[in-house]
C-alpha cells in the first residue's frame, strides 16, 4: 500500500499511520450546521486525490469506504460539488476492477471478495445515468459474484457432511473471502447488489440464487429477533443478535412479504438503536430504518454528530447521508427490485 | 517489522526462558506497579521505541472475563512509557464484531489509556502489506497484515487466560488472531477457520513474533470460552519474553498439560521454549498459583492426570 502524502510532503508509513487520525471539524465549525453540510463536507474534504476514499481520512483509498461514501454523496447529487466528488469516486471505482470481475478490499490487492457486492450495488445505483462501460463493468462484478460459492458448497465438504449424516439441504449464501463459509453479513450485501442491479444484466441462474440466499437469511433468524453474525445456534449456544447483521439482513429481505422474522427484527432494531453507542452501528441501524420506512432517532444522530471530536469515520458518514435522505431520491429508492 | 529479535530456532539453541506470575488480586490494585516489578526482571529494549500492545478485546463483554481488562491494558501502557518507550499505543482488531467502537466505549477504555484518536488504532481497517508467511502450517501462505504492527519496534501481545472451544485455550499465540485485518478478510475472519485454527496459528505467530507477552488471568475464563465460558478468578498477571513460554506456563497454571495443544506443542519445536526445565519461574511458584479450569467439553483430554494415569494410557 501506498502511504498518503500529508500536507508538509512527507508520508505516513508503519507505525505512524496507525495511530494518526484526523479531526472531523472542530466543534465549533459544526454547531449549527445541518447532518447533510457536516456530512458532504466530511466527504467531500476526505476524498483522496485518486478519487478514493480510506476507511479513516488520512488512509489510503479502499474499495468499501469508496463505494459508501459515493451513495452517501448520490444521496445529495444535486450539489455541483457532490457530483464531481461521486464522478472521480466511480472513475477509481472502475479501475480498481480486477480481470475477473471481482473487487479486490484494498488498491493493488490481487484477490476480490465481499467488496465486489458494494461495489455492485453503488454501480448499480448509478446506472441511470447510461454510461454503456458502467453496465459491462456491474455485468462482470455480477458474473464473479454469482460464480463465487461458499466453501461449504464444494464437493469435498459435502462428501465430508454426508458422511457424519449432516443435512446438507440448507440453503448457501455469499462468504467473506472466496472458498469459505457463508454469513450473513456478506450474503446480505450481495442479496442487496444483484437485487439492485437491472434484470437484464442478470447471469444465468440469478434469480435462483437470489430465493436462496432469501432463504438462508430467514432461515438464519433469531427466534428472539434479529440476526447474529453466523448461524443462529453453535455448540449449542444461542446467538446473540447483532446491530450490524441485523441491519444488513432486513435491507436484503426488503423485497420480501413481512413475515414473523422481518417484523421481530425490525421491531428488535427499533427497541435498541437509541442505545448503540458506536456510531458504525448507530448509523447503519439507521439506515436500515430509513429504508423501511421506520421511524428512528434522528436528534440522537444529530447529537451523535456534533458532540464527537473525531468519529473520522468515512462509510459511516456515508451511511448518515443515506439515513437523512429521503428514500425515493437517494440510491436507496434506485435499488430496483427491492421495494415490495 | 523492524528486525524482531526472536529467530526460529530449535528449543537445543535458545537460552532458558523466563516467566514471571505476578499477584494482583484485582483490577483495582496497582497494576502499574505490579507490571513495573515483573518487568524489571526483563531486559526491555523500549527506550525511544515504539511499543504496540495488542490486547484481546473480542465483543461486547457484560462478565468482564471475555476481554483484556482495560485497566491492564491502561497499566501496561504507562509502564512502557516509564521504561522510556517513545509511544505506546494500544492496537487491535475485533473479530466478531465489526463496531470496534462500541466494545471501546463499553469497555470505557478511554478512561484507562486516554484519547482513543491518539492512543488507538483499529487494525481491521488499517493500512495493509502483504506479507510471506515464515511457516507452512497452513496452506495461507501469505496474509496481509497492519502496518501498524509490522512497522513497531517492540510488540506485545496481551491476552486474557480463558479456554477456547476450538483451540483448547487462547492465550498471546493465539491473540495474534486479531491483528489479521477484518477489512481484508470480514468479521470473523473466517479464512482462518478454514486454513484450521491449530496451524493458522503456527502460520502468524512464526511471522509476527511478539516481543513480549502480558496475560491478564485477574480474571480469566473456563468452561466454553472464549465467548460462552464462566469467569475464573486466579488474581494472577503472567509476563514473559517467551510468547511460547508464557502460554505453557499459564496453561499449567489452568491445570492444562501445555504439549497436548498441538499448536503450543509444535511452537515448542520451533517459536519457544514448552517444556518446564527449559523455563525459569520468578515471582510466583507455579504450583502456588495453580487453579485448574473447567475445559470445554471436548477438550478434557488436555487435563493433567496423575502420572500413573498416564503412564497407564502409555503417554509418558
Known sequence: MVAQPQSDGSKLTGFETGIHRVMLEPKADTAGCSLEIVGTRFLLKSQNPDGGWGFQPVLSSATEPTAWAIMGLEAFIGRAECRQACEKGMAWLEDCQLKDGSWPAHLGQREGCWVTSVACLALASKLDEGIAKRAEVLSKGLRWLLNDWPGEGNLWWRLLRMLEGSNLGRPRGWSWTPGTSGWIEPTAQALLAVQAAPPELYPRGTKKRIQMAQAMLLNQALASGGWNSGSSESYGYAGRQQPGPTSWALMALRSQEQGQEIAAGLEWLQQIHTSLNGFFSFSLACLCLNFWEVPYDISRLQNTFFTRISPGAVMEMGWTLLAISPPEESPLGRWRGLKS | ?316
Request: contains cysteine; positive net charge.
Open chain 2, 1 to 316: 517489522m523492524s528486525g524482531r529479535r526472536n529467530s526460529l530456532l530449535p528449543p537445543h539453541q535458545r537460552p532458558v526462558s523466563r516467566v514471571c506470575i505476578q499477584r494482583a488480586e484485582s483490577y483495582s490494585a496497582d497494576l502499574v506497579g505490579v507490571l513495573m516489578e515483573g518487568l524489571q526482571n526483563f531486559h526491555i529494549p523500549v527506550r525511544g521505541k515504539s511499543v504496540l500492545l495488542k490486547p484481546n478485546f473480542v465483543g461486547l463483554d457484560s462478565t468482564g472475563a471475555m476481554n483484556t481488562s482495560p485497566a491492564v491494558a491502561g497499566a501496561a501502557r504507562e509502564a512502557f512509557l516509564r521504561l522510556g518507550a517513545n509511544r505506546v499505543i494500544v492496537a487491535e482488531g475485533p473479530a466478531l464484531e465489526r463496531d470496534t467502537e462500541a466494545i471501546l466505549e463499553s469497555m470505557r477504555l478511554r478512561d484507562y489509556i486516554g484519547s482513543l484518536d491518539r492512543n488507538f488504532t483499529d487494525l481491521n481497517t488499517d493500512h495493509v502489506c502483504q506479507v510471506e508467511l515464515r511457516t507452512r502450517a497452513s496452506n495461507l501462505r501469505r496474509l496481509y497484515l497492519p502496518q501498524s504492527v509490522l512497522g513497531a519496534d517492540f510488540v506485545v501481545s496481551m491476552p486474557k487466560l480463558k479456554t477456547h472451544r476450538w483451540a483448547g485455550v487462547t492465550l498471546s499465540l493465539k491473540n495474534l488472531f486479531g491483528i489479521v485485518p477484518g477489512s481484508c478478510y470480514g468479521w470473523p475472519k473466517n479464512i482462518l477457520h478454514w486454513a484450521q485454527i491449530p496451524r493458522a496459528i503456527l502460520d502468524i505467530a512464526s511471522t509476527v513474533r511478539p516481543d513480549f507477552a502480558i496475560v491478564d488471568g485477574i480474571v480469566g475464563m473456563e468452561g466454553e470460552g472464549p465467548l460462552d465460558g464462566t469467569p475464573k478468578k486466579t488474581g494472577l498477571l503472567v509476563i514473559g519474553d517467551d510468547p511460547v513460554a508464557v502460554d505453557a506456563t499459564c496453561a499449567r497454571i489452568m491445570g492444562i498439560r501445555p504439549e497436548r495443544i498441538g499448536y503450543l506443542k509444535a511452537a515448542g519445536c520451533l517459536l519457544g521454549h514448552l517444556r518446564e526445565e527449559n523455563i525459569r519461574q520468578l515471582g510466583e511458584r507455579i504450583a502456588n498459583a495453580k487453579s485448574p479450569f473447567e475445559l470445554p467439553a471436548q477438550f478434557k483430554k488436555l487435563a493433567e492426570a496423575s502420572e500413573k494415569t498416564l503412564m497407564k494410557a502409555g503417554v509418558c
